[in-house]
Nanobody, 125 residues
Framework: QVQLVDSGGGLVQAGGSLRLSCAAS????????MGWFRQAPGKEREFVAT????????SYADSVKGRFTVSRDNAKNTVYLQMNSLIPEDTAVYYC??????????????????WGQGTQVTVSS
């Protein structure tokens, strides 16, 4: 079993920044690719970013490229999502997730095995 605890959400004005964190426990952290997803009211959960086990490879949704950065600190068993130049369309509950099955970076929610509880991000215009 893997436990994931998301934190760092909040209310921010458009153009502002937030950094989300996700602390993992229960399994060797370096055996898991880590992803970030988000879900806005009335919408399906969507891919945001993912980072490989070593942190050397990343992938982003087109909507956040150039604004968001995913990283991880394997010594702290923590993955981060730095979000800059936030826009109201970024408003959603953000979830971190762990993929324990493969080294391939994946982008579909049903490909991830474990999920955090989510943290709300609200961007005001």
């Amino acid at each position: 079993q893997v436990q994931l605890v998301d934190s760092g959400g909040g209310l921010v004005q458009a153009g502002g920044s937030l950094r989300l964190s996700c602390a993992a426990s229960g399994r060797t952290f370096t055996n898991m690719n880590m992803g970030w997803f988000r879900q806005a009211p009335g919408k399906e959960r969507e891919f945001v970013a993912t980072v490989s086990r070593s942190g050397g490879r990343t992938s982003y949704a087109d909507s956040v490229k150039g604004r968001f950065t995913v990283s991880r600190d394997n010594a702290k068993n923590t993955v981060y999502l730095q979000m800059n130049s936030l826009i109201p369309e970024d408003t959603a509950v953000y979830y971190c997730a762990a993929d324990t099955s493969t080294w391939i970076l994946r982008t579909r929610p049903n490909e991830y095995d474990y999920w955090g509880q989510g943290t709300q991000v609200t961007v005001s215009s």
